[in-house]
Structure formats: structure tokens, C-alpha cells
Nanobody, 125 residues
Framework: EVQLVESGGGLVQTGGSLRLSCAAS????????FGWFRQAPGKDGEGVAG????????LYADSVKGRFTISRDNAKNTVYLQMVSLKPEDTAVYYC??????????????????RGQGTQVTVSS
């Protein structure tokens, strides 16, 4: 099974940018579709972005389209989430997730089989 470790979270002002990284190990990176989801206190997990392992198809939640970009570097076994124009409502713990079956909708990414420990993103107003 794959192990996932996120990094890159932090505190940023409204309008700022962050890049999250997810380092994968323990299994063949190319066997997995990856995604990011976030969870704010008292709320359910929200799928944010996903990327295929087959054809590089990308999925985004409507709330982040045009602001977030997901990418993967197969040589480095790493998935990234570039976030720009951050808003206070983006504040949450962000989790990297992986599954051997690609989700057809970003809303399903919290159901992926594997997830990391999460990294906190806080956007101040």
C-alpha cells in the first residue's frame, strides 16, 4: 500500500499563495490516482482536486476552479497542489489521498483508500 506525507501548509494572508506537496512511498506511484481534500472544523471532508494516473485528467471542486492547480511528478513520486488567491474560507486541514481507482468527481476524493496525516492551511483576513 502507498504511504503519503504532506507538507507545505502554513499561515497566509488573503490573496496569498501556498504550494502543498505530497510525497508518496511504499508502492508503485503510477498505479494510483491522487487527490486533495480538505476538512474544516465541524465540517465533512470536501474534495478539492484530483489527478488521474492514466491520462493526466484533472478534477476540481467549483470552489477552487481557477485558483488551485494539481500536478504530479512521476519521477519524484510527488503530487502538488498550487493554491493562489487564497480566501479565509480555504482554511482547513488539507489531506493528500490516493486510490487505484480514479474518482469521476472531485467530491468522491475523501473516499479514496489512502490518505496522509494532513497539513494545516490558515488564511487570515
Amino acid at each position: 500500500e502507498v504511504q503519503l506525507v504532506e507538507s507545505g501548509g502554513g499561515l497566509v494572508q488573503t490573496g496569498g499563495s501556498l504550494r502543498l506537496s505530497c510525497a508518496a512511498s511504499g508502492s508503485n506511484f503510477n498505479d494510483y490516482a491522487f487527490g486533495w481534500f480538505r476538512q474544516a472544523p465541524g465540517k465533512d471532508g470536501e474534495g478539492v482536486a484530483g489527478i488521474s494516473n492514466v491520462d493526466d485528467t484533472k478534477l476540481y471542486a467549483d470552489s477552487v476552479k481557477g485558483r488551485f492547480t494539481i500536478s504530479r511528478d512521476n519521477a519524484k513520486n510527488t503530487v502538488y497542489l498550487q493554491m493562489v488567491s487564497l480566501k479565509p474560507e480555504d482554511t482547513a486541514v488539507y489531506y493528500c489521498a490516493a486510490d487505484e481507482i480514479e474518482a469521476p468527481d472531485a467530491r468522491l476524493i475523501p473516499k479514496y483508500d489512502f490518505r496522509g496525516q494532513g497539513t494545516q492551511v490558515t488564511v487570515s483576513s
